[in-house]
């Protein structure tokens, strides 16, 4: 399994706040069957060189460390970006795309609604080939009162990227059952742990994976869990986008 939405970097935003937090939760993720993760702090406002070289520190010495622990984790870093009308900068610095390569980024809205201009921003990415992945859409209060909204994000390009602990009801009923609804109607692409800790938030998607295997089938559950998150993980830039 590929895990494409986890905070990991220590000591950064609400994700572990010591490294050694941080190698504890790429061990679990390591015992749960997860051989991929992409590392995903928060990011709010535009990015500049400080920020970015930050992250670039913090992502190279979880690197390092979790190689020398032993942990046999793929790692790639990538950024969970609070969306805003100005996208030009993602492609600036490489913790706006996934991998740097300019082809996804993980965005996230507010819980409580959906931005205004959302659609124009969706489509000027795709447009411009940097698709951009919708983290958690089944918590949003919008969403949540009409999945028509979901089914309109994916109208515009975007895919959808569903948490792992949704599935199991760690956010609740309304949340549980939104998220199968989205699953039944072919919006999601692909499942995350959107992992905080080791204990609430944890990075683990193999019980998640079995729910979609009981309810569904063992291919959808390998598009989610594995071919599309790789495909993410993988994509090569196909040109320079300028977002104009």
């Given at each position: ?18 490294l ?59 950024s ?79 895919w ?35 992992a ?18 009981k ?5 959808l ?21 300028n977002?104009?």
């Open positions: 399994m590929i895990d494409i939405h986890a905070h990991l970097l220590p000591d950064i935003d609400d994700g572990p706040q010591t050694e937090q941080s190698l504890r939760m790429l061990k679990m993720a390591e015992d749960d069957g997860i051989t991929a993760m992409a590392a995903t702090p928060h990011v709010f406002g535009l990015l500049d060189e400080e920020q970015n070289e930050l992250i670039q520190h913090k992502f190279r010495m979880l690197k390092q460390s979790a190689s020398e622990s032993g942990i046999n984790i793929d790692l790639h870093l990538a969970e970006v609070f969306i805003q009308p100005d996208y030009k900068n993602l492609l600036e610095f490489s913790c706006g795309t996934i991998n740097g390569m300019g082809r996804f980024t993980l965005l996230e809205f507010s819980m409580t609604g959906l931005p205004f201009g959302y659609e124009s921003m969706i489509s000027r990415m795709v447009e411009n080939n940097l698709t951009p992945i919708i983290a958690h859409p089944e918590r949003n209060n919008m969403i949540l009162r009409d999945l028509r909204h979901a089914q309109n994000i994916v109208d515009c390009g975007a959808l990227q569903i948490n792992s602990g949704s599935l199991l009801g760690d956010f609740g009923r309304k949340v549980r059952k939104a998220a199968f609804k989205l699953l039944a109607m072919d919006l999601v692409r692909i499942v995350a742990s959107d905080h800790d080791n204990e609430s938030r944890p990075p683990l998607l193999s019980k998640a994976r079995q729910l979609v295997t309810y569904f089938d063992e291919y559950a390998n598009l989610l869990f594995y071919e599309h998150p790789d495909y993410v993980l993988t994509a090569q830039p196909v040109k320079t986008a977002l104009k």
